[in-house]
């Protein structure tokens, strides 16, 4: 079963403090994902990484950075707090394809981490 | 850039109501159509999935959806919907020269009143 596993459920951080969400996924993926999910807007994708040290811009980059140091790790940096970046963070992970049980495309998803900004 | 539409942005029904969500997508080439769900206080998990073949496809929890190409449509059904239904749906998209990132829709809040 793949599991992917975020570090916090909750976090309440202050406007411009610098803020790390990680996420770890245990299934060797590829390729991993960090979405923000806002009420009427879906989910939205921040940044996504295909290897190791590898990152691309998702729709909403802006304010984020991300850090892809180990392949199981893939962390999302706020590197200053603001209150519009209030929100619920998903970290989702997917293969290429070709492992048993497994199809391309599918990504599978953390927890979730409730961020709020005051 | 392609883009994800769910009409029903909140659908509340009775027990054993049949359910119909919505979802068109805008891209007119290959797709990989998705429909995830998210259940009050857990993470996303994949219902159903479709690649290729019968267009007709059928998940988890007596879910189906039907893809039909020619009106850019993956709308999910269930015949019967049960208090236990009661999340929140998503839709999305994999078009196949975007390498394995999904675009989603905004997501229809389903309530089932027991």
């Known amino acids: 079963d793949v599991k992917v596993t975020q570090s916090s459920r909750y976090l309440v951080k202050r406007t411009g403090e610098k803020v790390f969400l990680e996420c770890v996924q245990d299934m060797d993926h590829e390729n991993m994902f960090w979405y923000r999910q806002d009420p009427g807007l879906g989910l939205r994708l921040i940044y996504f990484?295909?290897?190791?040290?590898?990152?691309e811009k998702g729709d909403i980059p802006e304010g984020y950075s991300v850090s892809r140091e180990k392949k199981e790790r893939f962390s999302l940096i706020l590197e200053s707090a603001s209150t519009n970046q209030t929100s619920m963070y998903l970290c989702a992970s997917s293969s290429y394809g070709g492992e048993p049980g497994q199809s391309p495309y599918e990504q599978y998803f953390g927890p979730g981490t409730r961020l709020t900004v005051t | 850039a392609q883009s994800v539409s769910q009409h029903n942005h909140h659908v509340i029904l009775s027990e054993a109501a049949s359910l119909e969500l919505g979802c068109n997508y805008s891209?007119?080439?290959?797709?990989?159509l998705f429909w995830y769900v998210q259940y009050p206080g857990q993470h996303l998990q994949l219902l159903l999935k479709y690649f290729s073949g019968d267009p007709l496809v059928k998940g988890i929890k007596g879910f189906e959806a039907e893809f039909i190409k020619s009106k850019f449509s993956f709308n999910l059904r269930k015949p019967s919907v049960q208090w236990s239904d009661t999340a929140e749906y998503f839709c999305a998209v994999n078009v196949n020269n975007a390498g394995n990132m999904l675009t989603f829709g905004g997501g229809t809040r389903l309530m089932v009143k027991p």
């Open positions: 990484s295909y290897d190791v040290k590898m990152k």
């Open positions: 891209y007119g080439g290959t797709v990989n």
